[in-house]
């Protein structure tokens, strides 16, 4: 193990890290006692507190245990955006001593339904907006529940911020059977059950997809999400109520959920819960609410800083600004430097790693950097083919062996072991990111071992979406690859080749995609092509085409 990263440690903390073996509810419900009358959450202007919190966590924990049937293991699906809804659904579903399974709410109805049976969650919490694409599932497939949120239930005071369409929107759920509403649900008070679930129990399966198509579910216990939950403050030096975070990450993504969500309710702290990006939002909240903690992808930051009423807005309050997903451009982190005097830290985690595995220490904090290996993790930069270790300064395959590690994938045991390797006596997992380390024991990422598609942060699978689009009746072959985008950094296009005598547009194919499939995954650009590159034995060589499409953009 290289331990030249030791000479960077942020100055008191120790190498290792003792996490608690209480459950993740616990954290709720011991920052409910510490502080019940503090706000928990600020939405639009309406505040929520540890208390109200709590007890809306124990309605609602009770009517899964009680109407839907969730028991001890069982898998829940929760799909929204960021809402108080989230933080409630997500605890909830712990203290019916469950399994969460958040989706993103870009997902659409055939996507869903992947999701639902592979995980084999028969309940789901939704919201009102995204409800409409899982109601075809309700009763036609292992769905058997479906709580329905209304973001603006929890809209209790007057604001002068600007309110999406979305948000606003009153209660409209039409009467469906396994179908209740939110403050249905609530109204009943019911009480839950003892709760049972220990360190051990299923806590939360984030899903990820990869180069066979379809996407796997990330099995994490309490003790792996714990991890991460405690360790992400503490790197900063600081656990304390006082904490207030602008939440405007998604929280179904283990960043957002894990060193925001998840960490302020650990710290008791306050989030300030945007659903949606609004550069002019997040900068009045900032200002209003004395945000000192905000956790981000880059094209937020670059969209924030390129607002023309940023002088209105007072960020000097802010005395953390981290992300990952992606590299911060130079030019503006030291914009973000010079108006607040905060370096942004970056990081590195995958959902295998519910969030960080690797961190920029405070104190040295480099740009481009995916950080040093933090509390409790041995990272190791090794030959994907020989499978040994690689001098300093040489490129080779991220492994990565810690607590926060997750333990396998859902139903998919050929994979999990694919995944994992001994070295040294340890289980690693691979990463399937390549990288190098640096002479002080930084971590720099260079190329992808694995087909993958960064897009603002959100990882698109060209396996999955290739799968997807050879259901349109046009598309004889198709190859997915990465396009650069000004403002996601990468954006997906596809190569197609079409069937004798169709005659689709790109416009029709992209429109198609959009019914289909997520809008992050939907091809921004399209290619007619006659034929595709091919190996002797027939497989399309999708790297041929990236270089080609690299070589052309330059």
């Known amino acids: 193990m290289n331990t030249a990263h030791y000479a960077h440690w942020p100055q008191g903390l120790p190498h290792h890290l003792i996490a608690p073996e209480t459950s993740v509810y616990e954290n709720l419900h011991i920052s409910a006692m510490r502080y019940p009358d503090k706000p928990a959450i600020i939405f639009y202007d309406s505040v929520l507190t540890y208390a109200q919190l709590h007890q809306e966590v124990l309605a609602l924990a009770g009517y899964l245990q009680q109407e839907c049937g969730v028991k001890r293991g069982d898998r829940v699906l929760l799909d929204m955006q960021n809402c108080p809804q989230f933080v409630i659904g997500f605890y909830a579903i ?56 209304t973001y603006s239930d929890h809209l209790t005071r007057d604001t002068s911020l600007t309110i999406p369409d979305i948000v606003r929107a009153p209660r409209d759920v039409a009467a469906h059977p396994g179908v209740t509403t939110w403050q249905d649900a609530i109204a009943h008070q019911y009480v839950p059950a003892p709760h049972l679930a220990s360190s051990d129990d299923l806590a939360c399966m984030p899903y990820t997809s990869g180069t066979t198509g379809k996407p796997k579910g990330c099995i994490h216990n309490h003790r792996s999400v714990m991890f991460n939950i405690v360790g992400s403050p503490t790197w900063s030096g600081a656990i304390v109520p006082t904490h207030v975070a602008l939440a405007v990450l998604p929280f179904f993504h283990v960043t957002g959920m894990q060193s925001v969500m998840n960490a302020m309710i650990y710290c008791g702290g306050t989030l300030v819960i945007l659903p949606r990006w609004d550069r002019d939002a997040a900068g009045q909240l900032i200002t209003r609410y004395h945000v ?43 914009k973000l430097l010079d108006l607040s005097g905060q370096v942004y830290m970056e990081g590195y985690g995958l959902s295998e790693t519910m969030a960080p595995s690797h961190l920029n220490p405070p104190q040295r904090m480099k740009q481009q950097c995916l950080g040093i290996p933090y509390f409790n993790v041995d990272s190791r930069v090794v030959d994907p083919t020989t499978l040994q270790e690689v001098k300093q300064g040489e490129t080779g395959e991220i492994w990565i062996h810690g607590p926060q590690v997750f333990q396998g994938y859902w139903n998919d045991a050929q994979k999990t072991a694919e995944s994992f390797a001994e070295l040294d006596g340890k289980r690693f997992f691979r990463s399937g990111d390549l990288g190098y380390i640096d002479e002080e024991g930084f971590f720099f990422f260079t190329d992808r071992l694995k087909r993958m598609i960064n897009a603002s942060g959100f990882k698109v699978w060209p396996a999955e979406v290739e799968s997807m689009m050879y259901q349109h009746p046009a598309i004889q072959e198709c190859c997915i690859i990465a396009a650069q985008d000004a403002y996601r950094g990468e954006t997906v296009k596809a190569v197609i080749v079409k069937k004798p ?54």
């Open 94 to 149: 712990l203290r019916a001593d469950a399994m969460v399974v958040p989706v993103n709410p870009m997902l659409m109805t055939d996507e869903l339904s992947h999701y639902i049976s592979d995980s084999g969650a028969q309940t789901a919490l939704v919201s009102q907006d995204v409800f409409p694409r899982l109601l075809p599932l309700v009763g036609h497939s292992g769905l058997q529940h479906a709580v329905v949120a």
């Open 292 to 334: 000192t903690n905000w956790t981000l992808v880059p094209p937020m930051m670059i969209d924030f800083l390129s607002n023309p009423r940023l002088p209105e807005y007072d960020i000097s309050k802010l005395t953390r600004v981290s992300g990952g997903g992606a590299a911060m451009p130079a030019a503006i982190a030291q």
């Open 501 to 554: 005598g169709a005659q689709a547009t790109a416009e029709d194919i992209m429109t198609w995609a959009h019914e289909k499939m997520a809008a992050y995954k939907v091809p921004r650009f399209v290619e007619f092509v006659d034929t595709l590159p091919k190996s002797g034995t027939g497989k399309v060589m999708w790297r041929t085409l990236q270089e080609k499409e690299a070589a052309a953009r330059q």
